[in-house]
């Protein structure tokens, strides 16, 4: 039943599923000796603050969460918000502050464009470029970027089926990028004691259907922070390449998404207990 | 249970739930004699195919739609498509024939806007321009037509709750523009026999919320030809101020969306059964 | 796309789809007098309160939703409850006092049966008996009531497809008891606005795979008594054959779903806006 | 955001959420030598056919499941089944013949109830009573369990919230049976790539609310045997304690379910790659 339609999608898929199986896709981020390195293997952890919100907390978080394991910096500058009224982020200004983090403490760093517009800041100074779930089918931004020759990580947009995920990678790779990481962060559910349903089922059977990495964001995935280093473990234990979570040093007070926020310290403690796992898989 | 949830969320939407209730907005669309109001009891029939095609086929179209008592022709130009090698739309020259379509017929236009690339486009030829369910979160998107002094009509994301949609909205109507119609086209649902789940209820729910004229769109929000006209008639009902549909004069050769596209004559049939629903209601 | 689906859909329901399309069923409910007809062009009223609380109130609102225009008295006796702590209905005692206001007003009876082991008194008291969302898949109480000549009201699931609802009727019919009605009640959505997702695109759907009547519950589709009129318009506008509200005099005191409950007045309201509905479809 | 929302559902489960917290209920099944514990540390793995089909089906599938590795035999017997022209199971018949298999291996059994007609068989001959996702709210059927004093594995409904779920446990505990297992097994997705979205969230967020042990399901959680051994390691690293999955000989010709279940290989794999797993938690 199932491997009728794996086969169907398969052939609609023709960059994305990729010819010869076995081989999968390792996308290198960042250069020189803080290059990271996803799919295939290896494997990274990925934290910072939802928002980048001045200077001295996202030097800080990024020192932090250096210490604590992780390999890449997160830091949204550009912030999709539901509603107008809520903080926006700090726009380019919050892009130079990524940068200045990323010379201090060598993580290459990862932000989420929300237009073409600012693709140039975004080619110049961030390493792996993160289209968002409701952009996931913002076509003709994946159109640029599928023109750019640097590291993409494409989310699952909060409805989206598998088929429409993968469509979407496909445009990345019809236009030429080839370095696409993709990223599981829950879709829409109906209980509301969970901010989504993280969807893990989608890591090996994007796996079946594709030679391409796959993330798991775990702090959108749940929206509770005491759920997140459950997940994160779970995550790994079904094969994802990367994690991505919201650090921040004082969640009560962030200025977007505090609730599931990690602390520093609790992604120290997370990372010991990814150890184990990557070495039993 | 439910006024406490309305009283919070008309307060996140200063401009969208309005100030004095009992005000209908009338949005107005085209110029001169074939203008077309929308809301505060003004009823409109928009409709036209899925994607423009080639000259003669828009130009008879528009004659026919406008027959079969259409006042407002739809033709997507540039085409959201969840797979790239799908046909993406004529682009620029879809609008062309448009604006031709328009000249003939005298019927205003309405075509969905996908980049804020083409702006200057949409904002000299199309009447109503359209901001699609994939791109009603593309926050950059909505703050660009904000700022534009042209009615825009905001279709509900796929999975969008009530909240998010009328937030959408806010992020135009606090832009400035207050020329906004939304539209209902269906949300995700677990059933394949159908496309989308038509939210009807979304409806007067949106109405006691807000003073925006609502439309509703039973092509997608069914996915199938033979449910449109009854779901049609259902949404006049349920209060809609404008419906549209899809037409093509052979469905089954249609490039996108044949199968849930009316053929002239079944929108002639289907003008005649709103006309008495509009007359009781 | 959807024929095939359709096709295939049919061929798994020799009974509910019937061999000789445009032949509908009308099941009959009650006897003598005010025996009420549904379906094939009939069209009934069903109203009164969730729950069956006392005498008086079952009799006065019996009284009450007569002279506002309904024609079946609903009543719960036995209530499916999400918590054990709630109240569970009066039982068999609400069944008598049903009874009673039959009596007094000649109304025929609505009621849910919750197990198997009541069968008798269903039988003996209730003219419609209902399953309800909760025990649509209740594959063992579907197999007693298809042995039982009685009138059946077999609720949707609430995430249940088209396909195992028009099943579940299958378990009915090849039983024996052809006299089904279905009634949709609204889906589970991810929108906490409402209580549920009314799909009234189930109907002509419905009428497209199956000869049986169908019903809209707007009370339950909804959760909301402000949206319930429009709603139940809408419903017969989109073929509903009968529609059930809930009824109660004094909504903000009932002892189960007041929020949803219509008073007489509104619903006296509701009859004269369905009335020129009825006429022109 | 969720502290209080958690807070509040604690109170409406005075005893799933338990006085004391750190307190972990132990189930146990079966007497003698091969009791079995699920929940406070201890682990199990059940395994066995989605329907007994013969004598020598499950006499030979229980001595495979039991050298692979599992500790627990399942089997269906009264099968809950969409379609009334579906293999219905052995019924009693059934039963006897999982008893016999119990004989001769010594794993204690798990099977589904569908009716409390059945109820003095299963208290007589099965090991722990599962209530399916279709019964999940049958509360009379929680009621009559409730009353019992053998252990009961109650499944999440296909579109159960967790309170939902979780106050149908409070209906068994508040019947007087504390010997409950809970079991997510799969919740309604959009996605027809996979038959259910394995919501493993649940599990870490279930034992932040009760004490009761909590199973997983990835058989019907995915529908697709090639996804079920990594997601059973997952439903592991995410804090299950028991895991149960669908195992036959020959998978393509099983009476039901063939696509999802492992062979008697795949379950000795997927059990060594679940001990270091158990290991490191």
């Given at each position: 039943?199932?491997?009728?339609?794996?086969g169907?999608?398969?052939?609609?898929l023709?960059?994305?599923?990729?010819?010869?199986?076995?081989?999968?896709?390792?996308?290198?981020?960042?250069?020189?000796?803080?290059r990271?390195?996803i799919?295939?293997?290896?494997?990274?952890?990925?934290?910072?603050?939802?928002?980048?919100?001045s200077?001295?907390?996202?030097?800080?978080?990024?020192?932090?969460?250096?210490?604590?394991?992780a390999?890449?910096?997160?830091?949204?500058?550009?912030?999709?918000r539901?509603?107008?009224?809520?903080?926006?982020?700090?726009?380019?200004?919050?892009?130079?502050?990524?940068?200045?983090?990323?010379?201090?403490?060598?993580?290459?760093i990862?932000?989420?464009?929300?237009?073409?517009?600012?693709?140039?800041?975004?080619?110049?100074?961030?390493?792996?470029?993160?289209?968002?779930?409701?952009?996931?089918?913002?076509?003709?931004?994946?159109?640029?970027?599928?023109?750019?020759r640097?590291?993409?990580?494409?989310?699952?947009?909060?409805?989206?089926?598998?088929?429409?995920?993968?469509?979407?990678?496909?445009?990345?790779?019809?236009?030429g990028?080839?370095?696409?990481?993709?990223?599981?962060?829950?879709?829409?559910?109906?209980?509301?004691?969970?901010?989504?349903?993280?969807?893990?089922?989608?890591?090996?059977?994007?796996?079946?259907?594709?030679?391409?990495?796959?993330?798991?964001?775990?702090?959108h995935?749940?929206?509770?922070?005491?759920?997140?280093?459950?997940?994160a473990?779970?995550a790994?234990?079904?094969?994802?390449?990367?994690?991505?979570?919201?650090?921040?040093?004082?969640?009560?007070?962030?200025?977007?998404?505090?609730?599931?926020?990690?602390t520093?310290d609790?992604?120290?403690?997370?990372?010991?207990?990814?150890?184990?796992?990557?070495?039993?898989?």
């Amino acid at each position: 039943m199932f491997e009728e339609k794996d086969g169907l999608l398969k052939r609609e898929l023709p960059l994305v599923s990729g010819k010869e199986s076995g081989c999968a896709t390792v996308v290198e981020i960042g250069e020189g000796e803080s290059r990271v390195a996803i799919g295939g293997g290896h494997f990274a952890m990925i934290a910072g603050p939802c928002s980048v919100e001045s200077e001295s907390q996202i030097i800080s978080l990024a020192h932090a969460v250096k210490a604590a394991g992780a390999n890449l910096l997160r830091g949204g500058a550009f912030k999709p918000r539901t509603s107008p009224y809520d903080f926006q982020g700090m726009g380019i200004e919050g892009l130079r502050l990524l940068v200045k983090a990323k010379e201090e403490t060598g993580l290459p760093i990862v932000s989420e464009i929300m237009s073409e517009k600012y693709l140039d800041y975004f080619i110049e100074n961030v390493d792996l470029i993160q289209i968002g779930s409701r952009n996931m089918q913002n076509f003709e931004l994946l159109k640029a970027l599928g023109r750019v020759r640097k590291p993409v990580m494409l989310k699952r947009g909060f409805s989206s089926t598998i088929r429409e995920w993968l469509l979407s990678a496909e445009y990345l790779l019809s236009g030429g990028n080839s370095q696409v990481i993709l990223c599981e962060r829950g879709i829409r559910g109906f209980d509301s004691l969970t901010r989504n349903v993280l969807d893990l089922s989608a890591v090996p059977l994007v796996k079946r259907l594709s030679h391409l990495p796959v993330m798991v964001d775990p702090s959108h995935g749940t929206g509770r922070s005491d759920l997140v280093p459950t997940m994160a473990v779970a995550a790994v234990a079904a094969g994802a390449d990367a994690i991505m979570v919201e650090v921040h040093d004082n969640p009560g007070e962030a200025l977007s998404d505090g609730f599931q926020s990690l602390t520093p310290d609790q992604l120290a403690d997370l990372c010991r207990r990814i150890e184990p796992v990557l070495n039993i898989r």
